[in-house]
């Protein structure tokens, strides 16, 4: 006996001889290997000023996800007819005409290297390509617009010679295992029918800015068998970049995090040991006692920090993020999230913000509360709406920049009013129970009381102010994940399919690994320091990767963007992106340490 489940978006199709096989278009995204300037907005494969050929009655819209919708996904119908195991050569599509305006629009997106994005049951149109790295075969997702030939004009593709894949099931069952394609520019005249001879007779077509152009779209089907499952066929398209790089950076990082915690903890264990052993063998009655070191600061080092609500709220928000990117990138890694159901990972995530609200809600409340905060109802106000709100508001000008540029990236406002009912809804009223129980249960008991009058702070070392510490704090976690940012990169902005989530997920672990230890290290001796003044400053050390974060995202665009509307999105989307791993961190951080301090100091007798 054998039992089975159905992952979402993983059923396959089976077709029979002479079923229809849809073709379908998605936007026009901005390509990675171009050499000039780069966008990284997308447009509409409809835009009017492409004038790609539409189906009969107009192009209608496929229903896509949540996910899908926000990452820019426009998939419509197309008119392409293909029937299963039906050859085909050199069917015509359209002939629209190009003005001299429109020319100059797509020859400099050829230019810039935009790239067709179609699907056919599910499996990206891709081209063949080879990795010289390691000399492996693989299919690249999408196709150039076009091409610029040896005179440095841009040449458009309008032939596209489509072959199939498919595998035999049993009698009349066919499913399909890949689609590639081999894009021509071909200068047809006035006369198609020549089509059929040999291609490379043909002279390319170049769009003229100096007066209207004709062109004549057409395309040919091949189906070829293939011995590929279809359990399998996506392996082809699942390519690893340079894993040598990859396996070389996570054992390294892996033997820097295991010596960091070997040294930290012998630094640590010996330190503590020593001071908990010497201050606890003072007598209580002699004067010597509280001369130096961590505990002159007992008194002081659990008072309340200032703007202690906006800190909870932030380490809240931090937890919330967390949980959110180690469940994701768990089940991502599992196999759970298939590429084929598009959107899944982003609704998967939006999904997980929404729901570990209650979680960040609980901590920021009970934090709250260990300061002896009084206004529980402005903290259980600010956790649902703070850090989204501000993350909704900067969604929303970069939004606006999409329109601008007539972007297929710009999210509707029905999907964006979607958004605030699922929020209010969904995340508000668990943010609320959560910051309820969270303000009624006791976890953290000071184990000294707090002076009155607060002790005056020696001056402390220029080594220790917290932006030296944060940026020193800020390297190891960095240099942890920093490849894998380059590929997380490159699929957001370029299109490229992400899959490596073993790597990631791994780390990710070592990031926050190291950011604890490195934190809570730097943290003992700024109370060596007499300085008690950790809770904020624990946090700005533990949030110091997002400066690297930031500052390696705009390293990676070369400065190489074009135009405002680039700059202002790609600059846009890396800091919220690089504030995120800084609230992840901080949080993490902020909490070890407090952990940390609470120990330590329930292990010494205070008079």
């Not at 503590?272 to 209580?284: A, F, G, H, Q, S």
Request: proline share 4%.
């Amino acid at each position: 006996m054998v039992e089975g489940f159905y992952l979402p978006g993983v059923a396959p199709t089976t077709y029979s001889r002479n079923d229809s096989v849809p073709l379908l278009v998605n936007h026009i995204t901005p390509s990675l290997k171009t050499s000039s300037k780069k966008y990284v907005y997308s447009y509409d494969y409809y835009f009017p000023r492409f004038h790609f050929c539409k189906p009969d009655g107009g192009p209608h819209k496929q229903s896509e996800s949540l996910g899908a919708i926000i990452f820019g996904d426009r998939i419509f119908n197309s008119p392409f007819e293909i029937s299963m195991l039906e050859n085909k050569t050199c069917e015509t599509l359209c002939s629209p005409t190009y003005s001299k305006t429109d020319a100059l629009f797509v020859n400099k997106n050829i230019r810039a290297g935009f790239k067709h994005n179609w699907l056919i049951d599910g499996l990206p149109v891709a081209q063949k390509m080879n990795d010289t790295k390691t000399n492996t075969e693989f299919y690249g997702s999408g196709f150039d617009l076009g091409s610029i030939d040896s005179d440095m004009r841009p040449n458009l593709y309008n032939h596209y010679e489509l072959h199939i894949e498919y595998h035999q099931r049993g009698d009349n069952e066919f499913r399909i295992v890949g689609v590639t394609v081999l894009p021509f520019s071909l200068d047809y005249g006035d006369d198609t029918s020549t089509c059929n001879s040999d291609l490379t007779n043909f002279s390319p077509v170049s769009l003229n800015i100096h007066h209207d152009t004709k062109v004549t779209f057409t395309y040919s089907v091949f189906f070829i068998p293939s011995e590929t499952a279809w359990a399998t066929r996506w392996d082809k398209y699942l390519h690893v970049y340079d894993p040598k790089i990859q396996w070389f950076a996570l054992v390294n990082f892996s033997v820097i995090v295991v010596l960091l915690s070997i040294i930290m903890s012998h630094i640590l264990v010996r330190s503590l040991r020593n001071d908990i052993r010497k201050y606890n063998e003072v007598d209580l009655d002699e004067d010597v006692m509280d001369e130096t070191g961590w505990k002159l600061i007992h008194g002081d080092v659990f008072r309340a920090p200032k703007k202690k609500l906006i800190l909870c709220v932030l380490v809240g928000s931090g937890v919330q993020m967390l949980l959110m990117a180690f469940t994701t990138t768990f089940f991502a890694l599992l196999g759970l999230l298939s590429p084929s159901n598009r959107g899944s990972l982003s609704t998967v995530m939006f999904i997980f913000y929404a729901t570990f609200g209650s979680v960040g809600s609980f901590v920021s409340a009970n934090l709250y509360k260990t300061f002896q905060g009084e206004d529980w109802k402005k903290n259980m106000l600010l956790n649902p709406v703070l850090v989204p709100g501000a993350i909704f508001l900067v969604f929303i000008g970069l939004n606006f920049v999409l329109i601008a540029v007539h972007s297929s990236g710009a999210v509707p406002i029905g999907t964006l009013f979607a958004i605030v009912f699922i929020w209010f809804i969904f995340s508000v009223p668990l943010s609320v129970a959560g910051s309820f129980f969270g303000s009624k249960k006791t976890i953290f008991i000071n184990p000294t009381k707090v002076n009155q009058i607060p002790r005056q702070i020696p001056p402390q070392p220029w080594y220790l102010r917290t932006y030296m510490l944060a940026l020193l704090a800020g390297v190891f976690p960095f240099g942890a994940i920093s490849i894998e940012m380059y590929f997380i990169y490159s699929s957001l902005w370029f299109n490229r399919i992400y899959y490596m989530f073993g790597f990631l997920f791994f780390c990710f672990i070592l990031m926050l690994a190291t950011t604890i230890l490195v934190t809570v290290l730097l943290m003992y001796y700024t109370l060596c320091n007499e300085n008690y003044h950790w809770q904020w400053k624990s946090f700005f050390v533990g949030a110091g990767i997002s400066v690297y974060v930031f500052v390696h995202a705009l390293l990676l665009s070369k400065f190489r963007l074009s135009g405002m509307a680039s700059t202002l999105l790609y600059v846009g989307y890396s800091l919220l992106m690089s504030a995120a791993m800084g609230l992840i961190c901080g949080s993490v951080a902020f909490l070890a340490v407090m952990l940390f301090i609470f120990k330590i100091y329930s292990q010494i007798k205070i008079d």
